[in-house]
């Protein structure tokens, strides 16, 4: 059928909105009417090419939507139904047998190769073939075809543009602090940025009963945002001793640190300030041309002290266990994910994009009009 989507063309190009044509379902696949989408810096870092996915491409992975047409294998869903996007796994390695699909033993393939698993392309213009797949969605567009394993259902009273932010950025902060850290209650952490990510992170802080809660963030605005979600301090890290600054707030040291900036210097100035058995969660995702960057790994400290530094993926979240958690817990008041969000039509992604960048909103969603 053909379809609209924002289509990349070229590294680091502008998104151009165009008429593909998608395929048809085949068994195990669903199409999907896409509602809202989100718009997350793992979608700009592999429209800049740091995915091995052949351009052109339509990305996005953050989709909702509702349910137009399942294939013959299909039983989790049927038309009609709404439903949040997340990631793809497998459903049979050994992770994700033990409910640990972020850590699929097939998670490269199913999210990042731009095809099925057959090699074949679900999207494709008159000059051939265009990658999609993406996530086991390629959201990015006013339809999708996805799979059982990357959906789950939402509830009728759950408004369904914003849903879709649950499958990825904001699982990830929460989950960082409510499943893969676990922080306690009483606990302190650090997030260092203040975007979607690690303001989800504050929100599932709050949930978890933090007594401290320390948001390191250059902009003014995304500061007090903070502090409005529960934050229990902030920190502007330009120009101030960052370490120093920690310390002052936790003189006996940090029980948990979670970094989604990627910034080798602002890590060592945190992991600096962590106490004795600290912790250390990792989602940032580095610059296209910063791929290679390296953590600072100071090892007879991170010995002698009993760190654990911990690379996360998708907040270690079991969608289909970990969105209804958030969903009801949004809906009891006490995780307002919605107050991150402001909302562009898709054909406005360039500007959405622009606007994350010079921090004019912290999460960006395109609606399909």
Known sequence: MLIS??????????????????????????????????????????????????????????????????????????AGD??????????????????????????????????????????????GAISGNFFGQSSFASHALVYERNLVKIPDDMPLDIAGTLGCGVQTGAGAVMRSMKCEAGSSLVVLGGGAVGLSAVLGA?????????????????????LSLGATHVIDPIGTDLAAALRA????????????????????????ALAPHGTFGFVGVPKPDAMDARLPLPMVAVM???????????????PDEFIPQLIALYQAGRFPFDKLIRKYPLTSINQAVADQHRGACIKAVLLNE
Do not use: W
Request: with cysteine; aromatic share 4%; net charge negative.
């Open 82 to 127: 709404r439903v949040a996007l997340t990631f793809r796994s497998c459903g049979g390695c050994p992770n994700c047998d033990r409910h640990d699909p972020a850590y699929c033993h097939r998670m490269p393939m199913l999210n990042y190769a731009g095809v099925r698993t057959d090699g074949s392309r679900t999207l494709s213009d008159a000059d």
């Open 304 to 318: 002698s002290r009993g760190l654990t530094y911990k690379g996360i993926i998708e907040g270690d979240s079991d």
């Open 206 to 226: 709050v949930v978890q009963g933090c007594s401290t809660i320390v948001v390191v963030e250059p902009q003014e605005g995304r500061r007090e945002l903070a």
């Open 249 to 272: 707030i936790a003189p006996a040291g940090l029980n948990y640190a979670f970094d989604t900036t990627a910034l080798p210097a602002v890590v060592e100035a945190a992991a600096s």
């Open 5 to 78: 989507a924002a289509v990349t063309r070229a590294p680091l190009a502008p998104f151009t909105i165009e008429q593909i044509t998608l395929d048809a379902p085949r068994p195990d696949e669903v199409r999907v009417k896409i509602v809202g989408v989100g718009l997350c810096h793992t979608d700009l870092v592999g429209s800049a090419g740091a995915f091995p996915i052949k351009l052109p491409a339509v990305f996005g992975h953050e989709g909702a939507g509702i349910v137009e047409e399942v294939g013959s294998a299909v039983t989790k869903v049927k």
